[in-house]
């Protein structure tokens, strides 16, 4: 071997001994990352954890959300009502259907605080759309159907007339109706609960929250609900105003469990608490006096009723709720009418279908519907009969209340009464959705009532009148408990039995 060949031998036996040693071990490497890496994607499954921080929310910020561009509904606003028979049969005496109307003590129920969003089982099952469905279909009759699209009318046209400030505005009380705002706009915001709709609604989501925030930011530190303009004068519409502002607030909290909303609610009872009279009912302006009024108390009672039903805690509740329940009992003539105010006075407004069909309600709700005095108050009712041509001056009052009643009462009188008052509210809607009440001045009332506190008030109660197949569940309703669904997590199901 020539001394070129020896020298080239060596060069390339240096550079492939450590080349080669790295060259492998790099191969050794890759392979070995290769498979690994390989072995641990066949087996196991990929899994991804995303970790969410929980804040508080305050109630500004969930009531601060800008409206959503909603497009309009589509339905007909030019529908004819069905050629039907329509059953005018009297309603059967009390005896036929007492069987069907037990005791049954509501003060018990009670809705569970949790904070998510719920599905309402039992006393509110109509607050959702399957449940809302179900109740038409079981009580609506022939009637279901058409019903339900005037009440959608009637809350599209809430929506499009709420004021920016989330309030409903009457057509009296000075400033443009201003002195009514907060009792006008609970009853607007309980047409939309009693639908089911919330702050978390895609479509009434934002008028829900305006007219809570309204009434949130309406309240005083006492707990009245007033006007910013009104200065809490004394005015008789602020006694109504204030206890169907809690009446709303308190089934929002219900519907929602939004923790801010629990102490306005409770204020509220405080206020209705605190302006009970000895005789343990109310009066205008909550005035210590003996003296008291049967259509502000039973706001005041169906109030305080919603408010236990959220779970409110105030300490004397139930003590005030048993002393209004008492004197109520005791304020029934004895052709079983309720007085309005006191005897003496009471000539002037009978027959008083109003009145006694608001006490017996109230009964109803208390569990108290199979009482003598209610039985007797709902012997009053059986003559009722509504007529949009030959109104009272508290029309939509009225009738809100008497149809409640029969919906209580059930069996051939609810029957009976639903196929006289749905063709009459349905027929009655304006093109819009609103209504326009009828009623009229009465003889020794130059001022007139319910006809002048304008459409809001009118579409409101009209609203809620209509919602009554599914708004409260029959007192004499046998409530069927439903075990969650497992596969569901979403869902928070209350039960309330």
């Known amino acids: 071997m020539s001394r070129k060949e020896f020298l080239k031998k060596k060069v390339l036996e240096h550079l492939i001994g450590p080349t080669g040693s790295i060259l492998l071990h790099i191969l050794i490497i890759y392979l070995a990352i290769h498979y690994i890496v390989f072995d641990v994607r066949e087996g196991t499954e990929e899994v991804e954890v995303t970790l969410m921080e929980m804040d508080v929310v305050d109630l500004d910020d969930l009531l601060d959300d800008i409206e959503p561009e909603l497009e309009p509904l589509d339905f007909d606003l030019d529908f004819e009502?069905?050629?039907?028979?329509?059953?005018?049969?009297?309603?059967?005496?009390m005896e036929d259907f007492a069987q069907d109307t037990p005791d049954m003590d509501f003060t018990a129920l009670d809705v569970q605080a949790v904070d998510s969003p719920l599905t309402m089982q039992g006393l509110f099952a109509g607050r959702n759309a399957d449940g809302r469905a179900e109740l038409l279909r079981r009580?609506?009759?022939?009637?279901?159907?058409?019903?339900?699209?005037a009440v959608i009318r009637a809350l599209e046209w809430l929506r499009e007339n709420q004021n920016e400030d989330g309030s409903w505005s009457a057509e009296i009380g000075g400033e443009g109706g201003q002195r009514m705002r907060v009792g006008v706009t609970g009853l607007s915001l309980l047409a939309f609960l009693a639908h089911g709709e919330t702050l978390a609604s895609e479509r009434y989501g934002h008028t829900v929250r305006r007219a809570i925030r309204f009434l949130v930011d309406n309240q005083s530190d006492e707990g009245h609900f007033i006007d910013t303009d009104d200065g809490n004068v004394p005015y008789k519409t602020g006694t109504y105003g204030n206890a169907i502002a809690t009446y709303a607030i308190a089934e929002a909290y219900a519907l929602t469990r939004l923790p801010t909303l629990r102490p306005a609610m409770e204020k509220g009872v405080n206020s209705i608490l605190e302006g009970q009279n000895p005789r343990g009912l109310w009066f205008y302006s909550y005035e210590d006096t003996d003296v008291v009024n049967t259509s502000v108390s039973v706001w005041q009672m169906q109030?305080?009723?919603?408010?236990?039903?959220?779970?409110?805690?105030?300490?004397?509740?139930d003590e005030g709720v048993e002393r209004g329940l008492q004197r109520l009992l005791a304020r029934q003539a004895e052709d079983g009418e309720f007085f309005y105010i006191q005897e003496r006075v009471q000539s002037a407004r009978r027959p008083d279908h109003g009145v006694t069909a608001a006490a017996v309600l109230t009964l109803q709700l208390y569990g108290l519907g199979a009482s003598s005095e209610a039985r007797t108050g709902m012997q009053v009712l059986r003559d009722a009969r509504i007529?949009?041509?030959r109104p009272n001056s508290w029309f939509m009052s009225r009738w809100y209340y008497v149809t409640q009643v029969k919906f209580q009462q059930g069996g051939g009188t609810w029957d009976s009464w639903n196929n006289q008052f749905a063709p009459v509210f349905i027929n009655n809607q304006n093109r819009d959705g609103s209504w326009t009440s009828p009623a009229r001045s009465g003889a020794n009332i130059p001022f007139g009532f319910e006809h002048f506190f304008g459409p809001a008030f009118s579409t409101a109660m009209s609203a809620l009148t209509l919602q009554v197949y599914y708004r409260?569940?029959?007192?004499?309703?046998?409530?069927?408990?439903?075990?969650?669904?497992?596969?569901?997590?979403e869902d928070v199901i209350i039960q309330i039995i």
């Open 139 to 149: 009580y609506g009759g022939r009637w279901g159907e058409l019903t339900e699209q």
């Open 387 to 389: 007529d949009w041509d």
């Open 472 to 489: 409260i569940l029959p007192t004499f309703a046998v409530v069927e408990e439903q075990e969650p669904d497992e596969d569901d997590v």
């Open 81 to 93: 009502m069905p050629d039907m028979d329509v059953d005018m049969d009297v309603p059967p005496d």
């Open 303 to 317: 109030a305080l009723k919603a408010a236990q039903l959220a779970g409110a805690r105030n300490e004397d509740l």
